[in-house]
């Protein structure tokens, strides 16, 4: 069974652009997390969505949306980009509703933002 | 509001020493769930345990162990002889209810280092 997949795994952009990070879950897996990780924040929930709804959002301002399609793929976008956006993006997976699930981690995009 | 504290930020260890790492959290909710996940190298977040709030029955998987205790709010986790192949970043992390969804809320982590 794949893993979760997240591409690109590396990327680097200059302030002021855009980015688009893609995210395919496990087969059979409706809900997808991202999670910025920094080493001065640590883990950051952002948004959550499940069956192409957004269920939750953490305490990010409105440069950073995502949303998933119907194949439960996912994609975030991080618009006007800022120095302190480089960080890794993780994506996880879930078949649960709820949290209360185990979530199964890709490995990341790493952003750099020079 | 919801919060998770790893108190120790880097630990070193030689290979087959046992070693445990404290997580302490808070939470005004009474049904909760606590989370270990490693972090390798790789970068990925690997699922350890999970223990629901009303069970408080110590769990052992292989060298690893959890032992939850409610009246001091800690879930902390044991590594018994310990090996290289744990060299890691590990995180403790709550459930953050009512609200739906996945969503955790993650210690800042206590990298791990096993010599040989």
């Known amino acids: 069974k794949a893993g979760v997949t997240q591409t690109p795994r590396y990327l680097i952009k200059t302030r002021g652009q855009q980015v688009t990070l893609s995210c395919s879950p496990i087969?059979?897996?409706?809900?997808v997390s991202w999670y910025q990780q920094t080493p001065g924040q640590g883990l950051q929930f952002l948004f959550e969505?499940?069956?192409?709804?957004?269920?939750n959002k953490g305490n990010f301002p409105g440069r950073f949306s995502g949303r998933q399609f119907s194949n439960s793929r996912s994609e975030m976008n991080v618009s006007t980009l800022e120095l302190g956006d480089s960080a890794l993006y993780l994506c996880a997976s879930s078949t649960t509703s709820g949290n209360t699930g185990e979530l199964f981690f890709g490995e990341g995009s790493r952003l750099t933002v020079l | 509001a919801q919060k998770v504290t790893q108190a120790q930020t880097e630990i070193s260890v030689v290979e087959k020493e046992d070693v445990t790492l404290d997580c302490v959290y808070e939470?005004?909710?009474?049904?909760?769930?606590l989370f270990w996940y490693k972090q390798p190298p790789s970068g990925e977040l690997v699922f350890l345990i999970r223990r629901n709030s009303f069970d408080e029955q110590n769990e052992i998987s292989g060298r690893y162990s959890w032992n939850f205790q409610k009246s001091t709010s800690s879930f902390n986790f044991t590594i018994t002889a310990s090996q290289v192949v744990d060299s890691a970043v590990y995180f403790c992390?709550?459930?953050?209810?009512?609200?739906?969804?996945?969503?955790?809320?993650f210690g800042t982590g206590t990298r791990l280092q096993v010599f040989p």
């Open positions: 992390a709550l459930s953050d209810p009512p609200v739906r969804g996945d969503k955790l809320i």
């Open positions: 969505y499940f069956s192409e709804t957004q269920r």
């Open positions: 087969s059979g897996h409706r809900s």
């Open positions: 939470t005004r909710d009474t049904t909760y769930y």
